[in-house]
């Protein structure tokens, strides 16, 4: 029997966009009935435990997506042996990614809209703007999370 595919969402800090990306793309594939493992981390420690950000929460809620039990956690050496997918939300966490990690996984590594039919290449980071940032990020994710599942399906 194939082990269910494991994915793992980056971002910078782990309180907006992976953990949004992980509550949707949960909910994506729970709809879809695929068995994934998923979780989320950041490429820094700065909020280490906490719960995601009520801005992301509130907009993400709104969608019908659940954070319950989602706790920043900080991206870990084992997890790239891990996961299968680990996909960064920007430029920034790529290069962060393949800086820290072996290069034998170095083909694990994505930009997460990758999987999106999109103009956008980045999930902007939302922490410093107003409301609308929060809802092109689910925007986008939203979008990623579907060609993900396109991709896991086949
Ligand atoms: P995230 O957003 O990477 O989408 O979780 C950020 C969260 C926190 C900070 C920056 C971006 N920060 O500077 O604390």
């Known amino acids: 029997m194939s082990q269910a595919p494991s994915v793992l969402f980056v971002c910078l800090g782990n309180i907006c966009r ?3 990306a992980e509550a949707v793309f949960r909910h994506k ?3 879809a009935g695929l068995n ?3 979780d989320s981390a950041g490429t820094h420690g700065y909020h280490i435990g906490k719960q995601p950000d009520k801005r992301s929460q ?3 809620t709104a969608r019908g997506y ?3 039990g989602l706790k920043c956690r900080r991206v870990e050496e084992s997890d790239f042996e891990t996961f ?3 996909l960064a939300m920007d430029e920034s966490n790529l290069s962060n990614l393949r800086k820290v ?3 034998e996984y170095h083909d694990k590594i994505h930009l ?3 999987f999106a039919d999109s103009d956008h290449q980045e999930v902007p980071d939302p922490y410093y703007g107003g409301k609308q940032g929060f809802e092109l990020v689910l925007d986008l994710i939203e979008a990623a999370s579907d060609g993900l599942i396109n991709t896991l399906k086949r």
Do not use: M, N, Q, R
């Open 101 to 103: 990690s072996p290069e």
């Open 84 to 86: 299968d997918y680990i």
């Open 36 to 38: 994934v493992k998923i």
């Open 18 to 20: 992976s953990p949004t």
């Open 112 to 114: 997460f809209l990758s």
């Open 66 to 68: 659940s954070f319950k």
């Open 29 to 31: 594939a729970a709809e």
């Open 58 to 60: 509130a907009a993400g």
